[in-house]
């Protein structure tokens, strides 16, 4: 529900958008009338998201069942065994316990919740990120007022704060949960103000990335914690929504703490963090090995040539903490130069020694191998028309007449992601909007000046990366790339043209909202396309040697780049299982290649489930 004309309503439409975008079923805005006929006491609303497929249940009892399942399958519930040390001895992993357990097995999967980051590092994983417990206090509607709420009356989540606010729930018994709020627990089983531990305060107070969180949010920590101790504080926060609600109707509930992960910058981790030492290359890894395929571990340099780009360098080192990447480290001028001798105007760096290069062209007819030689038939040569559901079976239709029939369909259309999704049904949102990335070449008598790989560090105010040092299999040196507007879907030259691409790009309003606010950029990257002097002066802060007469034009590709209606560029994986018997891959963002196994494992999983394999 949104009770303020601005702010509220614009984030709510964002909001919408996104529900699309994930195919939440049923999704609809209504007005105030609307709301009124679905809640007739939130009469403090002015717009809303409805979710009328939205759900409760007892969450305690679904998970005693999943319990059950797992006895089931063989499976033994150990309860009571704090765990003191998780050890690899060699063929067998042994967890030992306070209670002297011992559990000797082959692999490990640990999900200890507010206890995550101890036991992850307990077993030799990474520090980072850390867990700081949030306590969540809830109130109760007195049983006579709860004819006051039907079902679930949420806020428009505020990006500002960390945290969503009050919230109306139902629940299975009968009963409507009011909040909760979001105070700092005083442990980490901290259900209540009398919940203290010496140990966990410590560890917090110790915790630079608690103090970069509290310090631009103290005003609203001091409101929360006002909240939790004055009721008539929260119930100001219920009134929005409901304003019959009483002091009187109210009374203290339960608790609950959050295991809020946290980075050592104060940013909270709001999406799945795995530790297992970066499956995705080191898979690619074994990939090539298993296959035969070369390969060179070059290594990659993340340089900041100035101040500001230094400060970046730094969360973006945390981040590569996070994820795991082997042997990262951070290095100063004079380690620059000693793995890459002419980068003479890097500061300081990110030094990458695992990263490495292979053809790709290669390990993907390697994959084609594999799924023939699993039973599959790869059909090129056939543009899809249309692709139907017409009962038992889908029609893929294709404009040589070739039909294909199936049971399911998985598509991954890339620059046609889009139009191939819409084609069968599927969501119009996101849009793809094709880019080129035009590259440079370094002569042959000149490529002694690289060794690996030399990257900027990402500037978030622009969405692409900028121009840096690739070296290739066949011991080339490509430059670049830059980021122009392309004139069409595979528009790969400033003469490849499509008037029906255009027209499609000139009436995309998100296109419209991502261009104005980067206009700047956009001009200096289309003058770079066309003058070579300019990106020459791009590719000279890292190595000042390179000369105009060094570099010549080389390829180019084009970025299938999904884009909101909101100008906002999608940077995750999106998919669309809207259509029965289908699963739309609508963007698989980069590093894909490097992850191209791990993400093959994600689409699996996902047409497992879409598909109810």
């Known amino acids: 529900v949104s009770t303020q004309s601005t702010g509220e309503s614009e984030r709510l439409d964002v909001l919408y958008d996104k529900g699309l975008q994930n195919n939440v079923p049923g999704l609809a805005l209504v007005d105030r009338k609307e709301i009124l006929e679905i809640e007739p006491y939130c009469t403090g609303g002015l717009r809303a998201i409805h979710s009328p497929n939205t759900g409760i249940v007892d969450w305690k009892r679904v998970a005693c069942s999943y319990g059950d399942d797992f006895k089931a399958g063989g499976g033994t519930i150990v309860t009571g065994c704090e765990v003191s040390n998780i050890k690899d001895v060699g063929r067998e992993i042994r967890v030992d316990c306070k209670n002297k357990t011992r559990i000797t097995t082959k692999h490990v999967i640990t999900c200890a919740g507010l206890y995550s980051d101890r036991v992850a590092v307990q077993a030799g994983g990474k520090k980072s990120p850390r867990i700081v417990p949030f306590r969540g206090e809830y109130l109760e509607l007195r049983a006579d007022k709860r004819y006051l709420v039907r079902g679930n009356i949420y806020p428009v989540p505020n990006p500002k704060f960390p945290f969503l606010g009050v919230h109306y729930t139902p629940r299975m018994d009968g009963s409507i949960w009011l909040g909760p709020n979001a105070v700092l627990a005083g442990a980490r089983e901290g259900y209540s103000w009398s919940s203290l531990s010496k140990k966990d305060i410590a560890e917090m107070v110790s915790f630079s990335g608690l103090w970069k969180l509290a310090v631009p949010n103290l005003s609203y920590g001091m409101k929360e914690m006002a909240k939790s101790a004055l009721l008539p504080l929260q119930l100001a926060d219920l009134q929005k929504f409901i304003p019959e609600v009483k002091l009187t109707d109210i009374v203290r509930g339960s608790a609950g703490v959050r295991a809020q992960a946290m980075s050592a910058d104060g940013s909270l981790v709001d999406d799945f963090q795995f530790d297992d030492s970066c499956p995705g290359m080191l898979r690619t890894y074994q990939y090539c090995d298993e296959r035969a395929i070369p390969y060179k571990k070059c290594g990659k340099l993340i340089v900041a040539t100035n101040e500001e780009e230094s400060e970046r360098l730094d969360v973006l080192y945390d981040k590569g903490l996070q994820n795991n990447v082997p042997g990262l480290a951070l290095v ?79 598509t ?202």
């Open 332 to 410: 100063d001028r004079k380690e620059i130069l000693e793995i890459e001798p002419y980068c003479t105007g890097g500061l300081r760096a990110i030094h990458s020694p695992n990263t490495g290069i292979v053809d790709w062209k290669r390990v993907a007819c390697s994959y084609g191998d594999d799924f023939k030689a699993g039973g599959g038939t790869i059909v090129t040569g056939c543009e899809v028309s249309n692709i139907k559901d017409v009962g038992r079976e889908i029609r893929v239709d294709c404009k040589n007449k070739t039909r294909i029939t199936t049971k399911h369909v998985i």
């Open 412 to 613: 991954c259309a890339g620059l046609y992601s889009d139009r191939v999704a819409v084609q069968a049904g599927g969501k119009k949102s996101p849009r793809i909007v094709p880019f080129r990335g035009e590259y440079l070449e370094l002569r042959a008598d000149k490529r002694y000046l690289v060794r690996g790989n030399i990257y900027p560090v990402p500037n978030p105010k622009f969405p692409f990366l900028g121009v840096h040092y690739t070296p290739r299999m066949d011991g080339s040196i490509w430059l670049g790339p830059n980021a122009v507007l392309a004139g069409a879907r595979e528009g790969y030259s400033w003469s490849s043209l499509s008037k029906k691409d255009i027209a499609e790009m000139v009436s995309f309003s998100g296109l419209w909202k991502l261009a104005v606010p980067n206009l700047s950029y956009g001009m200096k990257e289309m003058a770079k396309s066309a003058l070579l002097p300019l990106q020459l002066a791009d590719l000279q802060k890292f190595i000042p040697e390179v000369k105009l007469t060094d570099i010549v034009r080389g390829s180019a590709g084009v970025r299938a780049q999904a884009m909101s209606a909101d100008g906002s560029l999608v940077d995750d994986f999106q998919f669309d299982d809207s259509c029965p018997g289908m699963l739309h891959v609508r963007n698989a963002p980069s590093p894909a290649a490097t992850s191209s196994l791990a993400i093959a494992d994600l689409v699996v999983d996902r047409a497992t489930a879409s598909f109810n394999l």
